[in-house]
């Protein structure tokens, strides 16, 4: 009969002790932490931006800073002018827009949605250059690298 090993020997007890440490310090320092944190980070709120008649899944800026695209579960993507705060354009799509990502230059969209799609646009004229459908399940992220 073989004997069992002893899984608390000194050799896995040796590799505990540098995590514990730290993160012993880490849950006692946390709350002082996050509170000079929270007076660090005063945020306001700049705007409220009506249109989405349901959840707003993601927002993501343009590269250039001058439009916010957000996208909702309503079906639509919608391009704002962040200096006029004034919608720029609609997108409609039949069901949930769960994620968006510009290219590089802002020249395309892309959009991955609850309909197992994803659809490229050509912010140009706003018009769908690529589809990609019968995926496996709903689009959850989409992202150009």
Not at 70 to 77: C, Q
Not at 83 to 102: A, G, M, P, R, T
Request: with cysteine; aromatic share 8%.
């Amino acid at each position: 009969m073989k004997k069992k090993q002893n899984i608390s020997n000194k050799r896995y007890n040796k590799g505990l002790k540098p995590l514990v440490i730290p993160l012993v310090l880490a849950l006692f320092f946390l709350p002082c932490l996050s509170s000079y944190a929270e007076e660090l980070l005063e945020i306001s709120k700049i705007a409220t931006l009506e249109g989405h008649t349901s959840n707003v899944n993601n927002i993501i800026f343009s590269n250039d800073g001058k439009t916010l695209v957000s996208a909702g579960s309503d079906g639509k993507i919608i391009f704002w002018d962040i200096k006029q705060q004034k919608i720029v354009k609609i997108l409609k799509q039949e069901l949930s827009i769960n994620s968006i990502s510009f290219t590089s230059d802002n020249k395309l969209l892309a959009s991955g949605s609850s309909d197992k799609s994803i659809k490229v646009y050509e912010l140009k004229n706003y018009t769908i250059i690529k589809k990609i459908e019968n995926n496996l399940s709903p689009i959850t992220s989409v992202s150009f690298s």
